[in-house]
């Protein structure tokens, strides 16, 4: 990160969803933003300004739902092997992973947990000065109702025990809670919905037990029933939502929960059916009717939140992002939209109030990428850490 510096921007996307500027004149102090001035091609005449023409400066980015422990491989039996490994073997995949995020201009990752929390441990793990190129925001292991989905990411509370006294034995270091209330998104049935795994009353407890804590609580949360369920309850976030309502969009819009749609999850799902020969034809409408979400939660003003999934098949950390940005755009978000929801709304959901913008007060985290933003997000290949 710098500490001390000029620089000139020939294009700058700050993060904010403003259109982008040109000619920018960006100051950094102490490793902090201090001023940021627009038409300032004047500014190359002074020594030891940063040139950076013929590029564009943007915030770093946050993947807000990845699964650290996993590679996004399609091999059943890779995936088996990593689902088993032991922990030494765990650290090495989200070193791995955590590279890969590094290489694609991604400053924060918000772990959506694994049944062992073994993200959560290796995040505990490190110490003194012992570091890593990305921050992890860790659930540790997400929670599930008993006999449901989820086995490989969450626990069930124990014999007796309700969801929000699990919730309330805060697992040490974790950033926020994972809650799983439906099931998967069918890959033969379209819009198929399964029931809740826990009522309004039981999420509602356990938002109020996470509250207590001081920590959020990322729902994940397919179908109507489901995801109005958790909106309800006050969760910090809905992670995937497919076939959610209207008034469920509504209803987010205006308490603030924000939305996570990791729709390139489905479209891995498209891509690898249709390379193995598959019946793409569900998933593929199930993406476009996600799609048609996003768009309505544009139209609402719900805060969406770049996530990929990363770590699901098909989904490799790092590149997810870029395909998650296209398909963001895909839905109808502008630009400058999508780099928000990439950056600033993450930020955000992470609880990073000085991150994710190129903005006066604000951590100099930046990158620049060649080209105008046009050009983005092909160009985060070919990134430059600032």
């Given at each position: 990160?710098?500490?001390?510096?000029?620089?000139?921007?020939?294009?700058?996307?700050?993060?904010?969803?403003?259109?982008?500027?040109?000619?920018?004149?960006?100051?950094v102090?102490?490793?902090?933003?201090?001023?940021?001035?627009?038409?300032?091609?004047?500014?190359?005449?002074?020594?030891?300004?940063?040139?950076?023409?013929?590029?564009?400066?943007l915030?770093?980015?946050?993947?807000?739902?990845?699964?650290?422990?996993?590679?996004?491989?399609?091999?059943l039996?890779?995936?088996?092997?990593?689902?088993?490994?032991d922990?030494?073997?765990?650290?090495?995949?989200?070193?791995d992973?955590?590279e890969?995020?590094?290489?694609?201009?991604?400053g924060?990752?918000r772990?959506?947990?694994?049944?062992d929390?073994?993200?959560?441990?290796?995040?505990?793990?490190l110490?003194g000065p012992e570091?890593?190129p990305?921050?992890?925001?860790?659930?540790?292991?997400?929670?599930r109702s008993?006999?449901r989905?989820?086995?490989?990411?969450?626990r069930?509370?124990?014999?007796?025990?309700?969801?929000?006294?699990?919730?309330?034995?805060r697992?040490?270091?974790?950033?926020?809670?994972?809650?799983?209330?439906?099931?998967?998104?069918?890959?033969?049935?379209?819009?198929k919905?399964?029931?809740p795994?826990?009522?309004?009353?039981?999420?509602?407890?356990?938002?109020?037990?996470?509250?207590?804590?001081?920590?959020?609580?990322?729902?994940?949360?397919?179908?109507?029933?489901?995801?109005?369920?958790?909106?309800?309850?006050?969760?910090r976030?809905?992670?995937?939502?497919f076939?959610m309502g209207?008034?469920?969009?509504?209803?987010?819009?205006?308490?603030?929960?924000?939305?996570?749609?990791?729709?390139?999850?489905?479209?891995?799902h498209c891509l690898?059916?249709?390379?193995?020969?598959?019946?793409?034809?569900?998933?593929?409408?199930?993406?476009d009717?996600?799609?048609s979400r996003i768009?309505?939660?544009?139209?609402a003003?719900?805060?969406v939140?770049?996530?990929?999934?990363?770590?699901?098949?098909?989904?490799?950390?790092?590149?997810?992002?870029?395909?998650?940005?296209?398909?963001?755009m895909?839905?109808?978000?502008?630009?400058?939209?999508?780099?928000?929801?990439?950056?600033?709304?993450?930020?955000?959901?992470?609880?990073?109030?000085?991150?994710g913008?190129?903005?006066?007060?604000?951590?100099?985290?930046?990158?620049?990428?060649p080209?105008?933003?046009s050009?983005?997000?092909?160009?985060?290949?070919?990134?430059?850490?600032?």
């Amino acid at each position: 990160m710098i500490r001390n510096a000029s620089l000139y921007a020939g294009f700058l996307l700050d993060g904010s969803g403003e259109p982008f500027v040109k000619n920018a004149h960006i100051r950094v102090r102490n490793g902090f933003i201090e001023k940021v001035e627009p038409d300032r091609q004047d500014i190359l005449e002074k020594p030891g300004v940063w040139d950076l023409s013929g590029r564009t400066v943007l915030p770093l980015l946050a993947d807000c739902h990845a699964h650290l422990f996993m590679s996004g491989t399609t091999d059943l039996n890779a995936r088996k092997r990593q689902a088993a490994a032991d922990f030494s073997e765990t650290r090495r995949i989200i070193l791995d992973n955590l590279e890969k995020h590094r290489l694609r201009g991604i400053g924060s990752v918000r772990d959506a947990g694994d049944r062992d929390a073994r993200t959560l441990r290796f995040k505990n793990s490190l110490k003194g000065p012992e570091k890593i190129p990305v921050r992890i925001h860790a659930a540790g292991a997400g929670w599930r109702s008993r006999g449901r989905y989820g086995t490989l990411i969450a626990r069930s509370p124990a014999t007796g025990q309700t969801l929000a006294r699990a919730v309330s034995d805060r697992q040490e270091g974790s950033d926020h809670v994972k809650i799983i209330n439906s099931g998967l998104n069918s890959l033969t049935e379209f819009a198929k919905e399964t029931r809740p795994q826990f009522d309004l009353g039981e999420m509602t407890a356990a938002v109020e037990a996470a509250r207590r804590l001081n920590l959020g609580v990322m729902a994940h949360a397919n179908g109507k029933i489901p995801t109005q369920i958790c909106v309800d309850a006050g969760c910090r976030s809905i992670e995937h939502g497919f076939f959610m309502g209207r008034e469920t969009l509504r209803k987010m819009a205006d308490k603030g929960v924000a939305w996570v749609p990791t729709a390139f999850a489905i479209k891995a799902h498209c891509l690898h059916l249709e390379k193995t020969g598959g019946n793409a034809d569900v998933a593929r409408r199930t993406l476009d009717h996600q799609l048609s979400r996003i768009r309505l939660a544009r139209q609402a003003g719900v805060t969406v939140a770049l996530g990929t999934d990363a770590g699901s098949p098909g989904a490799d950390h790092g590149d997810a992002v870029l395909w998650e940005f296209q398909t963001l755009m895909e839905g109808g978000l502008t630009l400058e939209e999508a780099t928000r929801a990439a950056s600033l709304n993450g930020a955000r959901l992470m609880g990073l109030e000085n991150e994710g913008a190129v903005a006066p007060g604000m951590r100099a985290r930046m990158m620049a990428v060649p080209g105008d933003p046009s050009m983005l997000p092909e160009s985060l290949k070919r990134l430059r850490l600032l």
